[in-house]
């Protein structure tokens, strides 16, 4: 049996960063994303009997131990529902660079389930994907679904709540993404670790539990709406707070370099300006603008010109993960 699926990164307005419980990976506080259109990973799922072990490849080259064992977990889940015992094949790859904060573990591991419970035979609902991708990383479980979607932080002890949902389809309020991707290498410090760190050490910790659900609350009523000033007022604040928590953390986590910075001041200029423009970061050094079609090519051009911006992305507003029908994998993005 095998399966390819698709899925799309999606980039956090409401960020998580945190957990309440690290072995299920239950998220702390809620969050809410937009899923991207345009940047992908495809994932193949081969499940074979006369295999002796999982393997994982990345563009051909086998993945490192600790990246395989995260995905063997998540087939031991699906292997136990469908009461297999046999081994798979990963195969994925990736439109964009990897560890770099594009969100590559999002779309990686919503693929990968989507792709995985297929080959196992198995017919599941979006929530249940959505809890099983988030076991293997929690923004992962919010490329289940596309356009504007929430994740619940959930209060039950074994996560059966602790899921995403779908809140607006893309195309109901169809935005863009200029992405300023400033270093392509992988991130000193990735978010799992990351936020164990923040949450053992930073003083400030209990309250950005604390602000969550509000910062939830108001994005959730600016995109029913479709506030945009509402939604960017929001996203940078929750944007920002999540980044003081970060520098708070010892040792402080720095993810942005001086390109970030300034692309940050320029999208603020802009917007002080009059176009319909807002930031946000995630673990990493690239800045996500998030804007109104209209003033997209205006963003683009304004990101590009900042010194150390070594390429710009543009992406709409996308679709879940999903099954794809099998094809060359490797695509041009
Ligand atoms: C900054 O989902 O990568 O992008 O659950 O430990 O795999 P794990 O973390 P991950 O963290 C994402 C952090 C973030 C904010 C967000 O996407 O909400």
Not at 5 to 24: E, F, M, S, T
Not at 38 to 47: A, D, G, H, K
Not at 94 to 111: D, E, K, R, V, Y
Not at 137 to 143: F, K, L, N
């Amino acid at each position: 049996m095998q399966a390819l699926a698709q899925a799309q990164p999606n980039i956090a307005l409401v960020k998580y960063w945190g957990k309440r419980d690290a072995r299920l990976n239950l998220p702390a506080t809620g969050s809410l994303s937009i899923t991207l259109e345009s940047l992908w990973t495809r994932t193949r799922v081969v499940v074979e009997d006369s295999l002796e072990a999982d393997t994982l490849s990345f563009d051909g080259r086998p993945a490192r131990a600790a990246q395989t064992e995260r995905v063997r977990r998540l087939l031991d889940d699906l292997r136990g529902r469908a009461g297999s015992r046999a081994c798979a094949r990963v195969e994925t790859t990736n439109s964009f660079p990897m560890g770099a904060g594009l969100a590559s573990s999002a779309s990686g591991f919503a693929a990968l389930v989507v792709a995985a419970t297929e080959a196992f035979g198995l017919a599941l609902d979006g929530a249940e994907l959505s809890r099983i991708a988030r076991a293997g990383s929690g923004s992962a479980a919010r490329s289940i679904f596309g356009g504007f979607v929430e994740m619940h932080r959930g209060v039950a002890p074994d996560g059966r709540d602790a899921h995403a949902s779908p809140l607006l389809a893309a195309e109901a309020w169809p935005l863009e993404v200029v992405i300023a991707i400033t270093s392509t290498g992988e991130k000193e410090v990735g978010s799992t670790e990351g936020m164990t760190r923040t949450a053992l050490t930073s003083p400030y910790y209990d309250a950005w539990v604390a602000g969550s659900d509000a910062d939830i609350a108001a994005a959730r009523d600016a995109v029913a709406a479709r506030d945009f000033g509402a939604l960017a007022d929001v996203s940078e604040h929750s944007c920002l707070r999540m980044h003081a928590l970060a520098l708070s953390a010892d040792p402080g986590i720095v993810y942005w370099n001086g390109a970030t910075v300034e692309a940050l001041r320029r999208v603020r200029d802009l917007r002080r300006s009059g176009s319909a423009v807002f930031f946000t970061i995630d673990a990493g050094p690239q800045l996500k603008a998030v804007c109104q079609p209209a003033d997209a090519q205006r963003v683009a051009d304004a990101l590009r010109d900042i010194p150390g911006v070594v390429k710009v992305l543009r992406s709409g507003l996308g679709a879940g993960a999903r099954l794809i029908t099998p094809e060359p994998l490797r695509a041009s993005a």
